[in-house]
């Protein structure tokens, strides 16, 4: 599934395709993703300027000149392709939602699997919307700190992977970058969390920003079906320290890279460097 990465990289992707353009034409090939399209969904686009496009978690929010927000998630396979209208491409079985905008631009969301979704919110009801509501901070927003953290690990008995995993805690981060970002900060997958507010949230913190933003700046990451708008691959998965790395000889202090399983999840880690 796509993570906070990659789906910032679309969003930057879309941002000079959509903001500021008027949505001439919307179309949508089926009755449902993930979820149903909300009864009105192409009205309530048609004809409406897009005012901005922003990333909150891993939702990508697209807010209207009517105060309307379109919400959508890309799932397992979801992508957002670009395009113009001079040179589009015959739409195919899997492309299931086309954005038109009044400069000729295409926006193209496809998704094989259809676990993604699109659904529709206001300005008004977005915090609150279920989708958004009791989202944690953003891990690279100014409300992401030591002390926050702090107050969102204190008393809690799981291991400190599956607690930055709660989308309260923190939102957006996914498999992927928390083993990155645990790591990077020596704390091992397998500590309690409410054994790291102090010393360790403070070496947290600056991890979980340096592996996202090192992310994004590389594209993201290229494992199954993720591509960025532009149709261009990511390639920070080049760049992993130990995720994937099950056998290999640590980076920091020549160990091995161990595999465990959590939750249902594969973690990485290296038992040596990683308390």
Partial sequence: MPELPEVETVVRGLRPRLEGRVLTQVEVRRG?????????????LRGRRVLRVVRRAKYILATLDNGVVLIAHLGMSGRMLLGDVAS?????????????????????????????????????????????????????GNSFHAESLNAALKGKKTPIKAALLDQKVVAGLGNIYVCEALFRAGISPKRLARTVPGARAEKLVPAIRDVLNAAIA??????????????????????????????????????????????????FFCPKCQK
């Fill in 32 to 44: 449902d993703l993930r979820i149903p399209f909300p009864p009105g969904f192409a009205d309530a």
């Fill in 88 to 140: 589009a491409p015959a739409l195919g079985a899997h492309d299931h939602v086309r954005l038109i905008t009044d400069d000729g631009s295409i926006v193209t969301y496809n998704d094989a699997r259809r676990f993604g979704l699109m659904t529709l919110t206001t300005e008004k009801d977005q915090d609150s919307h279920p989708l958004l509501a009791g989202l944690g901070p953003e891990p690279l």
């Fill in 218 to 267: 590389a594209g993201g990451s290229t494992l199954r079906d993720y591509v960025q708008a532009s149709g261009e691959l990511g390639y920070f998965q080049h760049n992993f320290l130990v995720y994937g790395q099950e056998g290999q000889p640590c980076s920091g202090c020549g160990g091995t890279v161990k595999r465990i399983v959590q939750s249902g999840r594969s973690t």
